[in-house]
């Protein structure tokens, strides 16, 4: 006799309370969500129940492009090879795709119009998936980064379980279900040099789409299949505590304001919501409940989205390539899976109109017809059944009111991310800066903390090198690069401090880091003192002290002043341990840079970027870069190995946006205290001949700039003496519009106004 899920789960937590007692991850809710699946749940019950299978049939009788759609993924079904051993399938599926998703595709055109060749093809591929999956681990082989595949095939096991024999149950369910055990020793995974090899952990505090992801699906399978029912019902409660673990997670790290579990865009926009999707649809359709806005925060990550993306010349949406970027061309791939299913679940939400914003600028939402031929692409999250859960609304039916954009402050600082978005304007020749400083997720971070990126018609001071390590390549070769270049300190805009005899951490092993780049040594720690923004200019101060070895910095603080719409005043207050510890001063460029006395430029695209320096006083001015020496670093250049290049050849890249050339200020004699003062104006070069006039000034033991902008309006500004904090004027035809002090704290925001 089947006992419900709720008795049974209340027989067993005698035994398990101990396990509760001590499993600090478990989350205080789980119980009252446990208890809101219904008692006695019958098969199917993994992402879907029969009463969501019959809506999808209903919805194809009365929706064209829909059923079309699913014609389309039943004739690719219908060619299957008969043959199915991995042999054959090898030569027609990409490897991780060849037996999960195959066996989900037959079970769900079964479970949709039924018919025996479905059902049976379905049977036998879930069971090549489960005995690849244990041969693979058995020969310790990775299977894929993700385990979204794996995650089908459980679903075909569950669809297609009451028309299996007990045999079949039980058989293939041990096999499947001892994959999943397996899967979670991490701690082996990582030893054995599967996770080298692409195999994910990835858990709830990251990207949750590696083999921790399983539990709770797997706890759904095997609930009450007579293998092994202590274990599923044991990962059902883990697997839940983990999704509200991150679910919480992520709603806290978007505050008010929005944001990802991490920094980077395309991870955060890519494959890391779509373990949120599998879990909202599969809880809808067992419980009834839309858990989604119960942690409405993950609701505002178009928010971030709109200030962390920005349209090209090409009018193509662009990121600012920070973090966990590849740096090809910094485009933001939207992910057409989120945008049309978003509505699915937070409707109603502020930030819902957006969703439509960013729907609107997408060729591939021109026609349905393309949206709903998602369903038989043969990529990995990219289910058959997701174009039934599509609820977007449509390009013809769109009504962006554009005016509510102008309601938007011209910069927004996001404090759990760690990242201050500005802008002039949003068109194609407008001015974007994002300023890093404050994050508080280490996910896809590297150690830029203080850093800063701007664009003007092209990537100016741009975030250099590329993140080489993709997790399902042999990239070991690769690892040299990104260890000792672009995901160090050197490779970004800001200061260096020269400790002889550093050593930084390595991944994945500590033999690949060897150079003493000089930068910091975490990638978290750094604090946003002050923020402010107004239609005149945005002033941020970040302190990233705490990033760098205490051994060589008590200081370093910088104050980053970006004056409407083209202009940026930059102040560093540096303080080493010791005179014999040298600061660097660092910007780079895609393009060498030409010198013309105290002034420099270089271009990118149709923009280019003036630099003027004004302290310190004497300061010496090195120029790096160039063929050979693009990632130079400690005496050696660190360029990509053959892997990454070869590949790239292959796909025909071209002027990638690495950062071919640095420009390096530093102090004339050793002096443990240090002041960099620059300033920076960037245009379309085609306009932006030479740079507007700037000169130096001291006050009352300031710092400071004054110059005139091309519309004739005077800035001045001083920088105080601490790092924290000045004074500022504005004048406009003789007479003054703004002086005051420049904020020595954070102002308090409102999204979508100002």
């Known amino acids: 006799m089947k006992l419900p899920l709720r008795s049974k789960t209340f027989l067993l937590w005698g035994v398990l309370g101990l396990m509760v007692a001590h499993a600090e991850s478990f989350h205080p809710l789980m119980e009252k969500y446990l208890t809101q699946i219904p008692n006695g749940i019958g098969r199917p019950r993994v992402l879907f129940t029969d ?23 039943k004739g690719k079904v219908d060619a299957y090879p008969e043959d199915i051993s991995e042999e054959a399938w090898s030569k027609v599926f990409y490897t991780r795709d060849k037996f999960g998703p195959t066996a989900l595709r037959c079970a769900f055109v079964w479970k949709l119009v039924g018919g025996e060749q479905y059902r049976d093809k379905g049977i036998k591929l879930v069971a090549a998936a489960a005995k690849w999956y244990n041969d693979c681990y058995a020969a310790e082989t990775a299977i894929d980064w993700t385990a979204f595949t794996r995650i089908d095939a459980l679903c075909a096991y569950d669809w297609l379980y009451e028309a299996m024999t007990e045999d079949e149950r039980k058989n293939i369910g041990t096999a499947l279900f001892n994959h999943v055990k397996a899967a979670q020793d991490t701690t082996w995974i990582i030893k054995s040099g599967m996770q080298h090899k692409g195999e994910g952990t990835s858990n709830w505090k990251a990207s949750f789409y590696g083999t921790p992801l399983l539990k709770f699906y797997a706890g759904l399978a095997f609930l009450n299949a007579g293998i092994d029912d202590a274990c599923a019902e044991n990962y059902l409660k883990s697997g839940l505590s983990d999704y509200l673990n991150m679910l919480s997670y992520r709603a806290e790290m978007a505050g008010e304001d929005g944001g990802g579990n991490n920094s980077s865009p395309g991870y955060a ?40 993306s920005f349209p090209a010349m090409d009018g193509k949406l662009l990121e600012h390539g920070t973090g966990g970027a590849w740096h090809i061309d910094n485009q933001l791939k939207m992910n057409l899976r989120y945008l049309a299913q978003y509505r699915a679940f937070f409707d109603n939400h502020p930030a819902a109109w957006l969703v439509d914003y960013f729907i609107s600028l997408q060729d591939d939402f021109k026609s349905d017809e393309y949206i709903y031929f998602s369903g038989s692409w043969s990529f990995a999250g990219y289910q058959p059944w997701m174009p039934f859960m599509y609820k977007y609304t449509r390009r013809a039916d769109l009504k ?44 896809h971070k590297q150690n830029d903390e203080n850093h800063f990126v701007i664009y003007k018609g092209g990537f100016l001071a741009l975030d250099s090198g590329t ?21 160090t300190s050197i490779a970004h805009n800001v200061v260096l401090i020269r400790m002889e005899g550093e050593t930084f951490n390595g991944w994945p092993e500590q033999r690949f880091a060897v150079a003493n780049h000089g930068g910091m040594r975490k990638s978290t720690g750094g604090v946003v003192k002050a923020f402010e923004t107004n239609d005149l200019f945005t002033y941020v101060c970040g302190d990233s002290t705490a990033c760098y070895h205490p051994g060589k910095c008590k200081k370093m603080v910088r104050q980053f002043l970006f004056v409407q719409p083209d ?16 600061q660097t001063w660092l910007l780079h460029s895609q393009n060498e840079p030409v010198e013309e006395g105290d002034l420099f430029h270089f271009d990118e695209l149709a923009g280019r970027l003036y630099c003027k320096t004004f302290l310190p006083k004497g300061y010496k001015r090195t120029k790096v870069g160039g063929p050979g020496k693009e990632f130079w670093v400690d005496g050696k250049n660190y360029p990509l190995g053959n892997t990454r290049l070869e590949e790239y050849k292959k796909r025909n890249v071209t002027n990638p946006l690495w950062g ?4 390096e200020l530093a102090s004339g004699e050793p002096s443990q205290k240090v002041r960099f003062l620059n300033m920076l104006q960037v245009g379309m070069k085609e306009q932006l001949q030479s740079m507007v006039q700037a000169e130096y000034l001291q006050e009352n033991d300031m710092d400071g700039v004054r110059f005139n902008a091309i519309d004739g309006t005077e800035y001045t500004v001083f920088f105080s003496e601490d790092g924290l904090g000045g004074r500022i004027r504005v004048k406009r035809n003789n007479a003054t519009i703004l002086e005051r002090d420049l904020t020595t704290t954070v102002q308090k925001q409102t999204p979508f106004q100002k």
């Open 51 to 73: 009463a969501v299978f019959k809506q999808m049939q209903e919805d194809m009788l009365h929706n064209l492009e829909l059923k079309k759609g699913f014609e389309r993924l």
């Open 269 to 308: 926009f890519g494959d890391a919501p779509v373990c949120e999707w599998y879990f909202y649809h599969c809880w809808r359709s067992l419980t009834g409940k839309n858990i989604a806005m119960d942690f409405p925060g993950n609701g505002m990550l178009p928010h971030w989205l709109f200030y962390a």
């Open 400 to 443: 962006i009111d554009m005016a509510r954009f102008e309601q938007f402050p011209k910069a927004y600082f996001f404090p759990k991310l760690g990242q201050t978005y500005m802008f002039s304007g949003r068109g194609k020749e407008d001015t974007y800066a994002l300023f890093t400083c404050g994050a508080q997720s280490a996910a």
């Open 467 to 487: 993140r080489t390590a993709s997790g399902w390549k042999d990239w070991l070769d690769d690892c040299w690069h990104d260890n000792n270049y672009s995901a």
């Open 567 to 582: 202009y940026f005043v930059i102040c560093d207050s540096v303080e080493s341990v010791s005179s014999d510890q040298p």
């Open 660 to 663: 071919n050339w640095r420009m």
